[in-house]
């Protein structure tokens, strides 16, 4: 009950407000605000009930018989968390856009429909019981999350639309794929009963299984922005207005996490070889979004390609939990298929704390963060980092804000990211050590996550590096315009209103909370549903100090060598050094689109059919019919007589103009050297088109009467069709 | 009783039609009244037939031992005829006001309204010799209406029509002839062995067949004139070159491989190859033909080529599973394309322009036509809550449930196709409703929705993609029925 309300309220409420924004764009406003708290008030209710154990009616819901195989809706730890992160960020970001969208309120009716509408979609993906439940909900969110994108409507928006619209679609195809292959493979989609469907014919078709697994992670990995297939989320963000950009990188990010990491937990918990896949993947998109970060000049990409690193640091979590797991079961002798979260073993759940903590603490800093950067925009309305240098130098509540995003995201110890990345680098150092021969990771293998724990630390270091870049480049160092600079000192404290200081300030006191063993201990028991599941871990232990702090050693090495360095000129100004042909998407995904492939079609489709000699043979034959019915000779020599002639006319026409139509294609190649002939050029038409366009006139006007034969032809068939009545009759 | 009425369903809109073209009323409300009254009552009297069960076969005429005109209603028939009898008044209705300029209205709605008769008589069939004649019919009484504007374009567009559909219906003709010498007087589920026959030659006979009903499924060699013959006004592009006269070639390979031939028999061997082969390369060329061509109409044109081949696809699987996705997919393709030509000829009806560039900018003037039309987009793709998500979802299990090569070919062509079709059928929405600025065509110019008649249908057909989409539960389970001969 308590969830259908959740997911189905913010729709209806979605198009109310769409209605009263017609009216009065003020009662919308607030509407919208006040539709996002009891939206808030609801997800604590429901995760208070969850703490409680309250009744199974107030969590759980199922609708049989809709779409191809029923929807359910299920609350528990992690579900119910994430429902209430999901809410706050909605609820946070709408009283944020409220003093954003003061300077440019065009098409907000769209923006507060779509933005309602996605909140109730993304609740039903987290509150989601199946994965066609979740797979229904994940297309209606990547569609109506498409309009954020889109919204200011500029040339550069449009484009990065294009490019999200397509990426969501291919991943809900791919991923469509995978459940379809899922289905069939285990013939339910339930999250609870896949664990008990599989081990009844896992050993048959793993192979098909895999396959379901690897479409359903590169279809899931679409909205997370996992590579290869990221290419969106750097370009959508600088695009988007910041509240959107704050939930696009907070929240939708995430829905494509929960899809993979449930689909992990429930199916592929045992299989190594999926484990070692979404380790890799996930290493990549860490390390790329890190350096991508490193390289940019413009505060929300920098902000976007960091979202996509620390993405890249959750599949590595999940990455790892699968590894663990695969691991502790080839121990056991097993064999047995687990699955569910119950079943973790003690560092894989371990390692899917980590996880599920680094989810929760990125979703609290992107939205701090991107909230910052918003005030940024709305002030300076610049995001270019040369020209917003030295913004906040006096705005100190700002400062404080962004400084605690900087310590919380790079992993300062006694800060929220700390403990989730040091979770995550102990889950690597713990598949190091339990290595073995014959085991899921063999000792050739520890070599390979030696490799994977540097990487983890690199960019780690890199995260420190570059969020060290913005908030030097924004708090501290002067603008190179000292009359811009002039104007952002004297802006003082009315940067910002209430609502949004509440936003960014409050949500940066959270960073510290979060960071305390106490707090992050009772949540992760609380998603991963081991009671206790933190207790052996020690933040302040000297093992994970020293990790944490070789990472910072790491950022600020690169810090003051790197960045200062090569990527600030002599004149003290950030430059863009990154290759601009460098991008995925301009060097492969829409050249395979607008040329390639239509190419290679092209070519396919001319050999079968699309040429028109087909048409051509349909259509001389059409024309010796058309001419020889309305002769109405007595005698059969003379009808033969003028069918022979008719037909030598006719195709004496047809080779003429088959031949005048090659020469001109032969011409139109080497001499003329058109490309295209329009309209236009009537006049300068050569010899050979004005001798075609002279014969087709000619045989045209003979074949015209041909529609009136077909008619007879019609009236002679529903006359047999009287006649069979008048049988009927007659009977 | 139900014998004279499925009698009277063929024949009423066939005498109606032919009304008009003998003397026609005078006033325009009274044509308009005429049409529709013909169409609704027709359409009642289906339902009355359908509501009451299957019929059995009975014969209205004999030509000699074996070969005779019978008519029947089975499951599939009910399906064909419960779908084409929903929309004909429908875009009768909106044909009103889209041909309210028109010249030789009292033609094209003779022709118009005689095509709902032939299609019925396709529906209701009892044998292949019968369906052979209504269908070689549906070709001949729609040439009129393709060539209905009477210039040169159409003339050749009917040229090529008329070529391509009588060539195909006399290449199906050996295969009608063969079989009927052959086996049992009417259809049935399973068909029949023809183990008379050398196995080799049977199945050349069936791929004879296949190709020949193909030419109006418009199978890949043979497709050309479907996009050609989108010249004509969109009611008939709408009703006859997306569903009616498509479907009827998609419905006589059903009936020829399911209720003729038998499935069992043809299963493995190399005609099915052929076909599905055949199938699954034309559903994905056709939808990357479809991404080059910018002619609106010819565009979607292009898209039922396609759809038309996730059917065929379906069907020959081979599988229950497969039949009942392919014909779940001849019904839903239905309602979405039906809803997508009416948008695309409010469009053009509205602007007088054709070409997908010259829409930039038109969604914010027409926001309902394209809020419809984007539905159908969407519901094409196969995103779900919509109903073409749900027969892809099935034509994907089923390909995984055949289990061969070709399925699993033929279902990763399906998703590759989805997602061409994603592009020909959004980048019209994204034209329309976020037009690059200095691109917007429609800024400042006059343009609006057009009125109730054009509208309504347009949102019936929405409105029905929807609840298909979001309760497939009765609809599957009947199909389900007719696939396993219950119905």
């Known amino acids: 009950m308590l969830t259908a309300l959740l997911v189905f309220l913010p729709f209806g409420f979605g198009i109310t407000d769409y209605i009263i924004g017609k009216k009065s764009e003020k009662t919308r406003n607030s509407f919208a605000v006040i539709t996002t708290f009891i939206e808030l008030a609801l997800s604590v209710l429901l995760l208070l009930t969850v703490i409680r154990g309250g009744a199974s009616s107030l969590l759980n819901l199922d609708i049989p018989h809709v779409f191809a195989s029923g929807m359910s809706l299920r609350a528990d730890g992690f579900r119910s968390v994430y429902s209430l992160v999901t809410a706050l960020m909605w609820a946070f970001t709408t009283l944020f856009s409220q003093e954003y969208f003061r300077h440019e309120p065009e098409n907000l009716n769209r923006y507060y429909l779509f933005v309602l509408a996605t909140l109730g979609a993304t609740q039903g993906v987290m509150l989601s019981g199946d994965l066609m439940t979740t797979f229904v909900f994940f297309e209606i969110l990547s569609l109506t999350s498409f309009t954020w994108v889109m919204h200011e409507e500029t040339q550069g928006a449009i484009r990065a639309g294009y490019t999200y619209l397509f990426i969501a679609i291919i991943g809900g195809l791919v991923l469509f794929m995978g459940l379809a292959l899922l289905q069939y493979e285990t013939g339910t989609l339930m999250y609870a009963e896949l664990p008990s469907a599989l081990s009844a014919r896992h050993a048959a078709g793993s192979g098909r299984l895999l396959a379901a697994g690897i479409c359903i992670l590169i279809g899931f990995g679409c909205k997370a922005g996992m590579f290869p297939v990221h290419v969106w989320l750097p370009k959508a963000h600088p695009v988007a207005p910041a509240p959107a950009s704050a939930l696009l990188s907070g929240v939708l990010t995430k829905v494509g996490i929960y899809g993979i990491l449930m689909t992990t937990v429930e199916v592929f918990l045992e299989n190594a070889l999926f484990g070692w896949t979404v380790l890799i993947l996930g290493t990549i998109t860490m390390f790329l979004g890190a350096l991508l970060a490193l390289f940019s000049v413009n505060l929300k990409r920098t902000l976007a390609c960091s979202s996509m690193s620390q993405i890249g640091f959750i599949l590595t979590g999940i990455g790892m939990t699968v590894l663990l797991t695969a691991q502790g079961a080839g121990e056991t002798a097993g064999g047995t298929i687990v699955g569910g979260f119950s079943s973790l073993g003690h560092h894989a759940a371990m390692a899917m704390s980590g996880t599920m903590l680094h989810m929760v603490n990125h979703s609290m800093l992107k939205l701090c963060l991107f909230c910052a950067a918003g005030v940024v925009v709305m002030n300076a309305e610049a995001l270019d980092l040369n020209e917003i240098r030295g913004f906040g130098r006096n705005k100190t509540l700002l400062k404080i804000s962004f400084f605690l995003g900087l310590v919380g995201i790079s992993g300062v110890p006694m800060f929220n990211g700390y403990a989730s990345k040091t979770l995550l680098h102990e889950a690597i150092t713990s598949g190091i050590h339990e290595a073995g021969e014959g085991a899921a990771i063999t000792l050739a293998q520890a070599h390979d996550l030696h490799v994977i724990e540097w990487i983890f630390l690199i960019s780690g270091g890199c995260t420190f590096a570059y ?26 404290k009315s940067y910002m209103n209430a609502g949004s200081t509440l936003v960014v300030f409050g949500t940066s006191i959270l960073f510290i909370l979060l960071g305390q063993k106490p707090v992050f201990g009772a949540i992760a028991s609380l998603m991963t549903g081991h009671a206790g599941v933190l207790e052996e871990f020690r933040p302040l232990s000297f093992e994970c100090i020293s990790g944490g702090l070789i990472s910072l050693g790491i950022g600020l090495f690169l810090y003051l060598v790197f960045i200062r360095r090569v990527l600030m000129t002599r004149e003290r100004v950030y430059a863009d050094r990154w290759p601009a042909w460098l991008d995925l998407e301009e060097l492969l995904y829409r050249p395979l689109l607008t040329k390639w492939l239509p190419a290679i079609f092209g070519t396919i489709l001319s050999v079968f059919g699309e040429n028109k000699v087909l048409t051509r043979v349909c259509r001389g034959l059409m024309m010796v019919m058309t001419n020889t019915v309305p002769q109405t000779g007595e005698d059969r020599l003379l009808k033969k007589a003028a069918f022979m002639v008719f037909y030598l006319f006719a195709a004496v026409l047809k080779v003429l103009s088959m031949g005048t139509d090659a020469l001109i294609m032969l011409s139109r190649k080497t001499v003329l050297r058109e490309r295209v002939i329009t309209g236009k050029a009537q006049g300068t038409l050569s010899f050979f088109h004005k001798k075609r366009d002279e014969i087709r006139e000619g045989y045209g006007s003979l074949t015209a009467n041909f529609s009136f034969a077909m008619m007879f032809a019609c009236i002679g068939m529903l006359l047999i069709l009287g006649v069979i009545v008048f049988y009927i009759v007659r009977r | 009783m139900r014998n004279i009425l499925i009698i009277i369903a063929i024949l009423l809109p066939i005498l109606g039609g032919a009304r008009l073209l003998v003397s026609a009323p005078k006033s325009v409300p009274g044509k308009r009244i005429w049409c529709e009254v013909i169409a609704c009552a027709a359409s009642v009297i289906v339902w009355i037939v359908i509501l009451g069960g299957p019929v059995g076969d009975f014969t209205v005429y004999s030509f000699t031992r074996g070969y005779r005109i019978a008519f029947q209603l089975d499951g599939l028939g009910m399906l064909f005829a419960g779908m084409v009898s929903l929309m004909w008044p429908f875009v009768t209705l909106y044909a009103f006001e889209y ?49 209905h504007y009477q210039n040169s374009e159409s003339m050749y567009a009917g040229r090529v029509y008329a070529g391509y559909v009588i060539g195909g219906a ?47 499924a418009a199978v890949m060699p043979f497709h050309r004139w479907l996009p050609t013959a989108s010249v004509a006004p969109t009611p008939v592009t709408a009703l006859l070159h997306a569903v009616a006269v498509v479907n009827s070639g998609v419905f006589a390979i059903m009936r020829l491989t399911w209720y003729v031939f038998s499935p069992q028999h043809l299963a493995g061997t190399w005609a099915q190859k052929v076909a599905v082969t055949v199938s699954f390369v034309t559903l994905v060329l056709s939808a990357g033909r479809a991404l080059r061509e910018r002619h609106f109409k010819r565009r979607l044109a292009y898209s039922t080529v396609s759809n038309l081949s996730y059917m065929l696809f379906g069907v020959m699987l081979l599988n229950p599973a497969g039949y009942t996705a392919g014909m779940a997919h001849m019904l839903f393709h239905g309602v979405i394309k039906m809803s997508l030509f009416l948008c695309a000829g409010a469009f053009m009806h509205q602007s007088g322009r054709s070409y997908v560039y010259e829409i930039n900018g038109a969604g914010k003037k027409m926001p309902l036509t394209f809020t419809f039309y984007t539905l159908g987009a969407l519901s094409l793709t196969g995103i779900p809550m919509l109903c073409g998500f749900i027969s892809k979802w099935n034509l994907l299990l089923a390909g995984a449930q055949a289990g061969t090569v070709y399925s699993y070919i033929g279902t990763a062509c399906l998703i590759v196709a989805a997602f061409f079709c994603a592009i020909y059928t959004l980048s019209v929405t994204l034209r329309a409703f976020f037009p690059v600025s200095d691109e917007n065509r429609w800024k400042g110019k006059e343009l609006t929705d057009p009125g109730w008649r054009m509208l309504l249908p347009i949102g019936i057909f929405t409105a029905v993609n929807v609840l298909l989409g979001i309760f497939p539960g009765p609809i599957m389970d009947f199909l389900g029925k007719i696939a396993a001969g219950v119905i």
Do not use: W
């Open chain 1, 467 to 492: 969020m060290l870049k913005l908030f030097i480049c924004v708090f501290v160092e002067k603008n190179k315009d000292l009359r811009k600079q002039e104007v952002f000192d004297k802006a003082g």
């Open chain 2, 99 to 147: 041909m309210g300029n028109a010249e030789h209205k009292n033609v094209f709605f003779a022709f118009y309204i005689m095509t709902y008769g032939v299609a019925l008589g396709v529906c209701f069939s009892a044998n292949i010799l019968t369906l052979y004649v209504f269908y070689e019919m549906l070709s001949l009484v729609t040439i009129p209406l393709v060539t």
């Open chain 2, 170 to 216: 006399a290449a199906a003709l050996i295969t009608v002839m063969v079989t009927t010498m052959y086996t049992t007087p009417s259809f049935t589920l399973g068909g029949h062995s023809f183990h008379e026959l050398p196995e080799n030659f049977m199945l050349l006979i069936y791929l004879i067949g296949f190709f020949g009903f193909g030419v109006k």
